[in-house]
């Protein structure tokens, strides 16, 4: 038997509230109220009678979020046990997704086309990618005494080229309207395979392409005096560890480290929650894979306005549009029904300090979410 909407959202609701508070200490927001849905939301029932376990990995930009999601849907469902390797990243998601291991892979970057292809031996029509997650990929930086940094897209294109090496450059001071002091520049990027180096790449190819030649990818094609870390957390502490370091990161992740505001057409943008979901509407265009059901997505960087934070980053669920286990299908689609409802995108707004996906794309989810057996 089904809980009422009533009973569920106030269950869930009060979880979001109180109990997920503990998931600030890793870079989230602490909720000062409870998720409160409107007339108009997406919304999902959760059926505590389900039992089992979720196996999953991947995006380490989930994970605060996944840890609050977790949280929230196990205060209905008590003996669904959901286990998610933030360890893996992007890349090692979606191999063990492919491998069979993975009820879902969190991805910061939709299957290509090879990966598709190979998904079919373990998903019948294949597998698709729901977006679930949406934040920004912040640049952050430790330079002594200084605390505010606005950088434009080039400039920051040629930093992580390592065309730009001390902090007094002139491009870095006409971003600033200041000089800053003088002093080495080490950069730091991910060492293993990762969506939020798709992210930044993406960014990076699409808008400063005279610059940034290297292609789009998963892997830091940047070889020389770079600091590579295992894991978005890996570079958070990389920056916060050194003096003069810069580096990318999911907003999320980034605790108490500073980010850089960026400059496009003259004005600086800080990001913000508000600020990424702008730069959503207005340039996130559909790019599916080919598979029924499947939500990619693709950002039109000429569609960026001024008040749009430009690095954006959405976050995938890889799944299978069939199972071949139906209970194993029933608790997948229960789980990733809640993190796709209003309900559950405020619930990671408040606790990991994401942006809420627009109500057409989590309509999507659901209907996507709906067909898969």
Same mark, same amino acid.
């Given at each position: 038997?089904?809980?009422? %909407? ?34 108009? /939301? ?8 389900? *039992? ?18 977790? !949280? +929230? ?51 019948? +029509? ?46 870095? !001071? ?15 990027? %991910? *060492? ?12 990076? +190819? ?6 940034? !030649?290297?292609?789009?990818?998963? /892997? ?31 907003? *999320? ?14 004005? +600086? ?24 059901? /499947? ?11 001024? /008040? ?59 209907? !996507? ?5």
């Amino acid at each position: 038997m089904k809980l009422t %909407r009533i009973a569920q959202l106030g269950a869930v609701a009060a979880v979001a509230a109180l109990t997920l508070a503990g998931c600030s200490s890793s870079g989230g927001a602490t909720p000062s109220e409870s998720a409160s849905p409107t007339a108009s /939301d997406v919304a999902f029932t959760i059926d505590p009678s389900l *039992s089992g376990t979720i196996t999953a990995g991947g995006s380490s930009a989930q994970s605060n979020a996944q840890q609050a999601w977790t !949280t +929230a849907y196990n205060a209905t469902a008590k003996n669904v046990t959901i286990n998610y390797d933030k360890s893996q990243g992007s890349g090692g998601g979606v191999t063990n997704f492919l491998s069979g291991a993975y009820d879902f892979a969190g991805s910061d970057s939709p299957l290509n086309a090879d990966q598709t292809a190979q998904s079919k031996s373990i998903c019948t +029509a294949g597998g698709v990618n729901i977006p679930i997650y949406l934040d920004g990929v912040a640049i952050i930086f430790n330079i002594p005494g200084v605390t505010k940094l606005q950088l434009s897209g080039e400039t920051i294109a040629k930093i992580f080229a390592l065309q730009i090496t001390d902090w007094s450059d002139p491009a870095i !001071t006409k971003d600033n309207g200041t000089a800053l002091a003088a002093g080495a520049i080490t950069t730091v990027a %991910r *060492s293993d395979g990762s969506g939020t180096t798709q992210n930044f790449t993406n960014y990076l +190819a699409a808008t400063q392409s005279a610059v940034w !030649t290297s292609p789009a990818g998963k /892997d830091w094609p940047i070889e020389g005096n770079v600091s590579k870390q295992k894991g978005g957390s890996g570079v958070v502490e990389a920056v916060k560890a050194g003096s003069g370091t810069i580096g990318y990161a999911d907003h *999320s992740a980034i605790g108490t480290l500073n980010s850089a505001a960026i400059v496009t057409n003259g004005k +600086a943008v800080a990001f913000s929650g508000e600020a990424v979901s702008k730069t959503f509407e207005a340039a996130a265009v559909a790019n599916p894979n080919g598979v029924t059901g /499947d939500l990619s997505k693709k950002f039109d960087y000429s569609k960026l306005t001024a /008040d749009s934070y430009p690095i954006p980053l959405v976050s995938y669920a890889v799944v299978c549009s069939t199972f071949k286990d139906a209970k194993q299908a029933d608790l997948v689609k229960s789980y990733l029904g809640f993190v796709t409802s209003s309900l559950g995108q405020s619930v990671a707004e408040k606790n990991a300090g994401s942006a809420p996906l627009p109500e057409s794309v989590l309509a999507d989810a659901a209907a !996507t979410l709906k067909a898969i057996k």
